[in-house]
């Protein structure tokens, strides 16, 4: 069981350049949300996925696009990168939509924007 | 909406000594509340979480946590430190408004000193 996991670990962008970044998990479950996480701000949501086929815009949609591909798949796009979103970037994922789920995360991507 | 609130954006402990992480929330209707541990170069994982049961919960590693609803604080304890404990910690915040997606706190670093 791997759990959350998330491709690239790292990597640099040009500002204006496009990018993908993949979430899977295998755990079965429902949803699945993207954050970012800032110094000093916490992790912020940025969409998420309350199954499949659902997407919602979470706190800072702003420059993102995401898609739930199936139910182990959540990917979320840069169309035109720009320095503000130099961030690391968490999946997680819950088995359903609701208040007592425990958020599973992935390991993170780290995404330099020059 | 909802919020959270952490005190003390660092907090040094020496090993064996009382570790006290500060949580206040702010809500309309009741919350539930979450610490998450972030290990360096890791995703979050789940330490506990209140869910309107017991007001005092325990959860991984001799953490544990009190809901006090006058206070409204949930402050986060282990009676002695461990090198290991060395890690960010996040409060975080749902309502049964919020339908499970998570409000967090801007993140408590601790440093542990032999």
């Known amino acids: 069981n791997a759990g959350v996991t998330q491709t690239p670990k790292f990597q640099v962008l040009k500002t204006g350049q496009s990018m993908t970044l993949q979430c899977a998990q295998d755990?079965?479950?429902?949803?699945m949300y993207w954050y970012r996480q800032d110094p000093g701000m916490g992790l912020r949501l940025i969409y998420y996925?309350?199954?499949?086929?659902?997407?919602d815009k979470g706190e800072v949609p702003n420059g993102y696009n995401v898609s739930r591909l199936n139910k182990r798949e959540f990917s979320l796009r840069l169309e035109s990168a720009a320095p503000s979103q130099t961030s690391v970037y968490f999946c997680?994922?819950?088995?359903?939509?609701?208040?007592?789920?425990?958020?599973?995360f992935g390991p993170g991507t780290r995404l330099l924007v020059l | 909406a909802q919020s959270v609130t952490q005190l003390g954006s660092h907090v040094s402990v020496s090993e064996g000594a009382l570790v006290l992480l500060r949580c206040n929330y702010s809500?309309?209707?009741?919350?539930?509340l979450f610490w998450y541990v972030q290990y360096p170069n890791q995703g979050l994982q789940l330490l506990l979480k209140?869910?309107?049961?017991?007001?005092l919960v325990k959860g991984i590693n001799g953490f544990e946590a009190e809901f006090k609803k006058s206070e409204t604080s949930f402050h986060l304890t282990k009676p002695s430190a461990h090198m290991s404990d060395a890690a960010e910690y996040f409060c975080?915040?749902?309502?049964?408004?919020?339908?499970?997606?998570?409000?967090f706190g801007a993140g408590t670093q601790v440093v542990v000193t032999p």
């Open positions: 809500s309309s209707v009741p919350p539930y």
């Open positions: 996925s309350a199954s499949e086929g659902t997407t």
């Open positions: 997680a994922s819950t088995p359903l939509l609701g208040n007592q789920e425990t958020q599973y």
């Open positions: 755990m079965n479950h429902n949803s």
């Open positions: 975080a915040v749902t309502t049964t408004d919020s339908w499970g997606k998570l409000q």
């Open positions: 209140y869910t309107s049961a017991a007001t």
